[in-house]
């Protein structure tokens, strides 16, 4: 079983990547930092079965390490009306009613 922060290889097809786990969503899902050749340390979503654990630093480990430092943790929670910035507030969860004005 791998978590964030674990070194792996993953399986792209025929070449095997080096990469490191940022996330994992779900069982079968994984969100790993790889360094892609013309883009640079990119993140890919990979199926968890793909992914295989490795003892020694890559080359690219340091660039994606930057990566992940740089990008802010995913959000967990029940609310389903999409991507937050920040954190809600415990209060005022409703907008002010109309106020009259005295007549």
């Given amino acids: 079983m791998t978590a964030p922060g674990d ?3 993953v399986a792209d097809g025929a070449a095997v ?3 490191i786990v940022f996330d994992m969503p779900s069982r ?6 790889l360094f892609d050749p ?3 340390p990119v993140f ?3 199926h968890a079965s793909g992914l295989t654990e490795r003892a020694q630093d890559g080359a690219a480990d340091a660039a994606l390490r930057l990566l992940i430092r740089r990008t802010p ?3 967990r929670g029940a609310d389903a009306g999409g991507a937050r910035v920040g954190r809600q507030r415990a209060a005022h969860a ?5 106020r009259s004005t005295g007549k």
């Fill in 17 to 19: 990547r080096q990469g």
């Fill in 94 to 98: 409703r907008a002010a009613m109309h």
């Fill in 73 to 75: 943790p995913p959000g």
């Fill in 38 to 40: 013309r883009r640079g």
């Fill in 44 to 46: 890919r979503t990979v």
């Fill in 7 to 9: 070194l792996v290889n």
């Fill in 28 to 33: 079968s899902k994984v969100v790993v930092a």
